[in-house]
Nanobody, 113 residues
Framework: QVQLVESGGGLVQAGGSLRLSCAASGRLFNINAMAWYRQAPGKQRELVATITSGGGTNYAESVKGRFTISRDNALVYLQMNSLKPEDTAVYYC?????????WGQGTQVTVSS
């Protein structure tokens, strides 16, 4: 089992920055990749960024050049710059291993115009 706890969400004006953190605990040695997803009201959950165990990263087109995912042992970060109102959503941390996929409880990010 893997437990994930997100933090760092909040209210920010358009153009501002936030850094989300995800603290992972439990059976971490089998984790293949970690990711950030987000879900806006009335929309499906979407993938924002991924980072593999080897450090490879991938981003949704909508956040390329603005968001950066990074990992430091059991912590995963999402640095979000130049935020837009359309980035408003609940952001979820995700971890994947050979047995399944694990989710945090989510953290709200609200970007005002």
């Amino acid at each position: 089992q893997v437990q994930l706890v997100e933090s760092g969400g909040g209210l920010v004006q358009a153009g501002g920055s936030l850094r989300l953190s995800c603290a992972a605990s439990g059976r971490l040695f089998n984790i293949n990749a970690m990711a950030w997803y987000r879900q806006a009201p009335g929309k499906q959950r979407e993938l924002v960024a991924t980072i593999t165990s080897g450090g490879g990263t991938n981003y949704a087109e909508s956040v390329k050049g603005r968001f950066t995912i990074s990992r430091d042992n059991a912590l995963v970060y999402l640095q979000m710059n130049s935020l837009k109102p359309e980035d408003t959503a609940v952001y979820y941390c995700n971890a994947m291993d050979v047995t399944g996929s694990y989710w945090g409880q989510g953290t709200q990010v609200t970007v005002s115009s």
